[in-house]
């Protein structure tokens, strides 16, 4: 069963306590700090910033908005269809393409590339992680960043575990069984989504079921997929605090840089 396809058309009502704009912050200052600046859209490579799993473009749209030429990959095509329309109501001049990111092809270089909300954790092998990185190194100009987050694996286990987490939105519902496995960090959700219609005869609601799938990873797994594929680890903090992470963090963000 294929993962944001019917989810994706609600996926934003869900997601809008989620901090954007402070997940834009917190990527700024790492590219600002490790090769980046901030400028004016120039066209050039060095102010291309590729935003990989960029599902619907919202924080995509927010790094525009802040003076880089934006490139959007993502491997649902729900969820870029949404993207899209969102591009052309606004105006802006982002590039999306429908391509994942293990494999993927820039045709040309970019200063840096970020990839915020977890998509990390939809790659379920430490081979998908190091292609992945390889990917991001081939993709990069010499000295360019790549910022990521990703969700831990204390999160997983200790917060979320074994439960079930139920939301009603009135327009839309959902009820999200999970699984996780201590033995394999696969953590397991069952999604199902409930979408009100409206017509004649009254409203009725549509049921529409995913499986999302994501795995818990270490900080020296994720160190050592980078490092293999020539990378240098940078920087990392807990996403929440800005602080140091320890054994209580649930979700983390790093950068790693490609030599020059």
Same mark, same amino acid.
């Given at each position: 069963?294929?993962?944001?396809?019917?989810?994706? *058309?609600?996926?934003?009502?869900?997601? +809008?306590?989620?901090?954007?704009d402070? /997940?834009? !912050?917190?990527?700024?200052? *790492?590219?600002?700090?490790?090769?980046?600046?901030r400028?004016e859209?120039?066209?050039?490579?060095?102010?291309?910033?590729?935003d990989?799993?960029?599902?619907? $473009?919202?924080?995509?749209?927010?790094?525009? +908005?802040?003076?880089? +030429?934006?490139?959007?990959? !993502?491997?649902?095509? +729900?969820?870029?269809?949404?993207?899209?329309?969102?591009?052309?109501?606004?105006?802006?001049?982002?590039?999306?393409?429908?391509?994942?990111?293990?494999?993927?092809?820039?045709?040309?270089?970019? $200063?840096?590339?970020?990839?915020?909300?977890?998509?990390?954790?939809?790659?379920?092998?430490?081979?998908?992680?190091?292609?992945?990185?390889?990917c991001?190194?081939?993709?990069?100009?010499?000295?360019?960043?790549?910022?990521?987050?990703?969700?831990?694996?204390?999160?997983y286990?200790?917060?979320?575990?074994?439960?079930?987490?139920?939301?009603?939105?009135? %327009?839309?519902?959902?009820? /999200?069984?999970?699984? *996780?496995?201590?033995?394999?960090?696969?953590?397991?959700?069952?999604?199902?989504?409930?979408?009100?219609?409206?017509?004649?005869?009254?409203?009725?609601?549509?049921?529409?079921?995913?499986?999302?799938?994501?795995? $818990? *990873?270490?900080?020296?797994?994720?160190?050592?997929?980078?490092?293999?594929? $020539?990378?240098? /680890?940078?920087?990392?903090?807990?996403?929440?605090?800005?602080?140091?992470?320890? %054994?209580?963090?649930?979700?983390?963000?790093?950068?790693?840089?490609?030599?020059?």
């Open positions: 069963m294929d993962s944001y396809t019917s989810f994706s *058309y609600v996926y934003d009502t869900f997601m +809008d306590q989620e901090p954007y402070e /997940w834009a !912050d917190r990527v700024c200052d *790492y590219l600002e700090k490790y090769g980046l600046p400028s859209k120039s066209g050039s490579e060095e102010n291309i910033v590729v990989l799993g960029c599902g619907t $473009g919202k924080l995509t749209q927010i790094m525009d +908005d802040r003076g880089y +030429d934006m490139i959007g990959i !993502d491997l649902s095509p +729900d969820m870029l269809s949404i993207a899209q329309e969102r591009k052309i109501e606004s105006g802006r001049d982002i590039l999306y393409t429908l391509q994942d990111m293990r494999d993927f092809e820039l045709y040309g270089a970019a $200063g840096a590339m970020i990839s915020v909300g977890d998509s990390i954790n939809y790659l379920l092998e430490e081979a998908d992680l190091e292609d992945l990185f390889a991001v190194e081939r993709g990069l100009l010499p000295g360019g960043v790549f910022v990521f987050d990703f969700k831990t694996i204390h999160l286990r200790d917060v979320i575990g074994d439960s079930t987490i139920a939301e009603d939105r009135g %327009e839309c519902a959902f009820i /999200w069984d999970n699984y *996780y496995d201590p033995e394999s960090c696969i953590n397991e959700y069952d999604l199902a989504v409930f979408v009100r219609e409206d017509s004649e005869d009254g409203s009725l609601y549509r049921r529409f079921d995913e499986v999302h799938r994501q795995r $818990g *990873y270490t900080p020296d797994q994720l160190r050592r997929a980078a490092e293999k594929a $020539g990378l240098v /680890w940078v920087a990392m903090q807990d996403s929440v605090t800005a602080g140091e992470i320890d %054994e209580e963090t649930e979700r983390a963000m790093a950068a790693v840089r490609k030599p020059r």
